[in-house]
Nanobody, 122 residues
Framework: QVRLMESGGGLVQPGGSLRLSCSAS????????IGWFRQAPGKEREGVSC????????WSIDSVKGRFTISRDKAKNTVNLQMNSLKPEDTGVYYC???????????????WGQGTQVTVSS
């Protein structure tokens, strides 16, 4: 049975940093496109960053470029999202997802974690 698990969320002040991790059981993350998504209260889920299984090419939405970095740790079977210079608008539940390709579109992913809450507030 495949299971994805996010960790690392929490409460942080504006300008602070968090590192989210996505781990898996029953699945080798290095063989899949991995995406990080977030959902703020009352808003649709949006893709934040993703990483390819082919060559680890990454993509991010404009609002997080230069602040968020997605990366793989193949030895630990994890995908991390380093989030720096956090802003209140980054608040939401963050999900990781695995699928055949890396994309910021939710429909392309087969497996989803349960999410971890990120709150950016003073």
């Amino acid at each position: 049975q495949v299971r994805l698990m996010e960790s690392g969320g929490g409460l942080v002040q504006p300008g602070g940093s968090l590192r989210l991790s996505c781990s898996a059981s029953g699945l080798t993350l290095a063989n899949h496109g991995i995406g990080w998504f977030r959902q703020a209260p009352g808003k649709e889920r949006e893709g934040v960053s993703c990483i390819s299984s082919v060559d680890d090419t990454t993509w991010s939405i404009d609002s997080v470029k230069g602040r968020f970095t997605i990366s793989r740790d193949k030895a630990k079977n994890t995908v991390n999202l380093q989030m720096n210079s956090l802003k209140p608008e980054d608040t939401g539940v963050y999900y990781c997802a695995a699928g055949p390709i890396a994309t910021l579109m939710t429909d392309e992913y087969n497996y989803w974690g349960q999410g971890t809450q990120v709150t950016v507030s003073s």
